[in-house]
């Protein structure tokens, strides 16, 4: 059983920064970040292979954020900048294989929730 613990959500002001962490138990998955709007379905983010030599982002989410691997702690990050009010969701972090979509990753976080004003 993985267990991920997220954190690092909260209330940012629009072009603010923020980072998320997910601290995972057990190694040799993949990561991955999905975020969840009220009233819309959970969209891919961004992953990282198990390796931590790979990732992958959502086209429309690149260049503002980054995901980052630390393999020593087992934990990944979410670098989120230029924050804008359509990136208000419940931020999940997962763990399975190597996909974009949420049936692809078998355990999941209990997801931190981001705020962002304008």
């Known amino acids: 059983q993985v267990q991920l613990v997220e954190s690092g959500g909260g209330l940012v002001q629009a072009g603010g920064s923020l980072r998320l962490s997910c601290a995972a138990s057990?190694?040799?998955?993949?990561l991955g970040w999905f975020r969840q709007a009220p009233g819309k379905e959970r969209e891919f983010v961004a992953a990282?292979?198990?390796?931590?030599?790979?990732?992958r982002y959502a086209d429309s989410l690149k260049g503002r954020f980054t995901i980052s691997r630390d393999s020593a702690k087992n934990t990944v990050y979410l670098q989120m900048n230029s924050l804008k009010p359509e990136d208000t969701a419940v931020y999940y972090c997962?763990?399975?294989?190597?996909?974009?979509?949420?049936?692809?990753?078998?355990?999941w976080g209990q997801g931190t929730q981001v705020t962002v004003s304008s």
């Open positions: 997962a763990a399975g294989a190597w996909g974009m979509t949420p049936v692809e990753y078998t355990y």
């Open positions: 057990g190694r040799d998955f993949s």
């Open positions: 990282i292979h198990w390796s931590g030599g790979v990732t």
